[in-house]
């Protein structure tokens, strides 16, 4: 429930703050006094368009603030937990507008996205305008409304979703079916080039390890010639490596005295000699042992050639053969086995419309239900607003056999008899502007009766009424703010006179400024204000008393 809106520098008001209670006020007073200011602004704040006229002249920025209880909405409490913006019981909901057209929106002072607004706010309040009398013209509203008098909006969008899922299937399907050959041919060169893969069978690393090999074989004979005419040079004879170290030592050890100073370099020689020793020991078996494989040799040669060749064919480089492989695979396996075969398609087709046909059905049934319902309903409204000729049809097209629809398998649309005897006809086709505008009310009235949302607010659904239908009207408002909180702007002294709060907008200007005031008017100013709605500017004692008379019936009339 809207408990409090705060309005700085928006349009014509410099400073509003209105306190609100549950049950009906109305927002009454001269044309062009402001009374959209109230609803412009929560239109605002429950994230709708805003441009830079928004802003009072000479101001900088507009800033707007709703306050909502939302103890008794578990909808908006649970979104509010859900986006961690909860704050006990209270709501509240901002918008500031800079004077270049930008805007920020807050969630109990958390900046938000202006989809959050949106979608936040449509749990709070519910905006019935005069401007609705036009789209009740189109069957996608008769649709719309429908659904939500029924309460099957969540069974309407799990048939939409299943409907879109069948109708992409079916596309893609059909786009295959259609390039049969193409899939055909291209399903051809897939298993070629996989097969031509699987034949070589490269492993991973497998090239470098082969250019690796092929290095060491393919110069095999100079390393085993290179490693016998070192093994000489090391040991075999007195002029080798060793025997020359041999010779040294000889010298060394036949030194008359012994020569500390050389007693380290004597230890250099034995080592080197035996370092020597060795080395010549180990090339000697290395040589003996080491053999030429000019078959191993051509066998990497032929392997590497056929990996050089594959490369070359797919135009990569062969590091890049393996990861081609696995994706030329991968592809092949979703076309001859996976959900791009014909016949899985065709049977995940039949599987999406079984699960939409169940729901279609399942919406069917539950439209038909409340279509009969919502036609009595209104057909009661229609009575009290002084239409009781007029017969109203929810009318179910079924659609079943022909092709599947999103919205399911009827058409809906809204039918009027104005007449007895006569057919029923489309609204566009039978009703005036007066009619429309009364047959919107009644429909309003009764959806909103159904409706979760606590605050209801009706724009001037009012216009073109008049007399004892006017009195009916006030009536049905109150009752619809008996049970929760409604806010209507009207131009009928009947209506106005039933409210159970009244908020009188005016214009002043000063300074060469122009300014708007809305006030709560007590119980003086409210038949004042009645009177004025009755007879003008010019009020007589006479209209004064039939003032009081109408506001002492509203007031006293309970529902």
Not at 370 to 385: C, G, P, T, V
Not at 483 to 497: K, R, W, Y
Request: proline share 3%.
């Amino acid at each position: 429930m809207l408990t409090q809106l705060t309005v700085s520098n928006f349009a014509i008001a410099e400073r509003v703050e209105l306190q609100f209670g549950p049950g009906m006020t109305a927002l009454t007073g001269e044309t062009g006094a402001g009374k959209s200011i109230v609803l412009d602004a929560l239109g605002l704040v429950m994230g709708g368009r805003a441009d830079a006229g928004a802003v009072r002249h000479g101001a900088k920025r507009a800033d707007i603030t709703a306050t909502f209880d939302v103890s008794r909405i578990p909808e908006a409490s649970q979104w509010l937990g859900h986006h961690e913006l909860d704050d006990e019981s209270d709501c509240i909901l901002r918008r500031v507008i800079s004077k270049d057209g930008r805007s920020r929106a807050y969630i109990n002072g958390q900046p938000c996205p202006l989809t959050h607004l949106r979608d936040l706010g449509g749990m709070l309040m519910d905006v019935h305008s005069q401007h609705q009398h036009q789209s009740l013209l189109h069957k996608d509203t008769h649709r719309k409304l429908l659904d939500e008098f029924a309460g099957v909006e969540e069974l309407a969008r799990k048939t939409r979703a299943h409907w879109k899922q069948w109708h992409n299937t079916r596309i893609r399907l059909t786009e295959r079916q259609q390039n049969a050959d193409e899939n055909e041919a291209k399903l051809q060169l897939l298993r070629y080039q996989v097969e031509e893969f699987d034949r070589i069978a490269l492993q991973p690393d497998e090239q470098l390890q082969l250019e690796q090999e092929q290095e060491q074989l393919s110069h095999a004979e100079d390393v085993m010639q290179r490693s016998q005419q070192a093994a000489l040079l090391c040991t075999e004879d007195d002029t080798s490596a060793a025997g020359l170290l041999r010779q040294a030592l000889t010298q060394l050890e036949q030194l008359p005295v012994e020569v500390p100073a050389l007693a380290d370099t004597l230890q250099m020689l034995n080592e080197a000699y035996i370092q020597v020793t060795e080395a010549g020991g180990n090339l000697r078996h290395f040589a003996e042992d080491y053999e030429a494989d000019p078959q191993r040799l051509v066998e990497v040669e032929e392997r590497l050639s056929a990996i050089y060749q594959l490369a070359r064919k797919h135009r990569i480089a062969p590091e890049e053969l393996p990861e081609l492989h696995q994706r030329l695979a991968d592809e092949l396996a979703s076309m001859d086995e996976g959900e791009g075969s014909v016949e899985q398609m065709e049977t995940e087709l039949e599987k999406q419309f079984e699960l939409y046909n169940t729901c279609a059905r399942e919406l069917s049934e539950a439209r038909a239900k409340a279509a009969a319902d919502l036609d009595q309903r209104i057909a009661s409204e229609l009575k009290q607003l002084s239409m009781p000729a007029v017969q109203f049809i929810t009318n179910l097209n079924s659609n079943e056999t022909s092709e599947p629809s999103a919205n399911g398998h009827e058409d809906i649309e809204f039918l009027v008899s104005a007449n007895p005897g006569q057919p029923a006809r489309p609204l566009a086709k039978v009703a005036s502007g007066g009619e429309l505008s009364r047959i919107s009310l009644a429909i309003q009235v009764v959806v909103a009766q159904t409706s979760t949302t606590p605050t209801l607010v009706f724009d001037e659904v009012d216009v073109g009424i008049g007399g004892g239908t006017a009195e009916v009207v006030g009536r049905l408002l109150r009752t619809l703010g008996s049970d929760g909180q409604v806010l209507c702007v009207t131009h009928l002294p009947q209506v106005a006179a039933q409210c159970h709060q009244h908020l009188f907008v005016s214009k002043f200007t000063e300074s060469d400024a122009t300014y708007s005031k809305i006030e709560a008017l007590d119980d003086g100013g409210r038949i004042s204000e009645v009177a004025r709605m009755l007879g003008g500017v010019d009020m007589t004692e006479q209209t004064l008393a039939h003032a009081r008379e109408m506001f002492s019936k509203g007031q006293a009339t309970h529902h």
